[in-house]
């Protein structure tokens, strides 16, 4: 009888262990994920990537256009035959 309950608090001993482990990898996940978003300073245009503050010329030729926390930012100039063959 006394077998049949150290077989018991063995089986509850590594039950609880790997309920432990899952719970502690889930937190471990949740912060990980959480802490480490991707850099959003940097923005993709056409292909490319610009890093904050960098300026370029848009897919038109002729307009500029600003990478600013993320996001292209454009002026939005009209566009003459004579302008986009410049560049």
């Known amino acids: 009888?006394?077998?049949?309950?150290?077989?018991?608090?063995?089986?509850?001993l590594g039950l609880s262990i790997t309920l432990g482990t899952i719970v502690i990898g889930l937190i471990s996940y949740i912060?990980?994920?959480?802490?480490?978003?991707?850099?959003?300073?940097?923005c993709e245009y056409n292909g490319w990537a610009y890093s904050?503050?960098?300026?370029?010329?848009?897919?038109?030729?002729?307009?500029?256009?600003?990478?600013?926390?993320?996001?292209?930012?454009?002026?939005q100039m009209a566009c003459t035959d004579e302008s986009a063959s410049n560049n």
């Open 52 to 75: 904050d503050k960098e300026s370029f010329v848009s897919s038109d030729g002729c307009n500029q256009c600003v990478c600013s926390d993320g996001e292209v930012v454009c002026t």
């Open 31 to 42: 912060l990980y994920s959480t802490s480490f978003t991707p850099n959003k300073s940097v």
């Open 1 to 12: 009888m006394e077998e049949s309950h150290t077989k018991d608090n063995s089986f509850l």
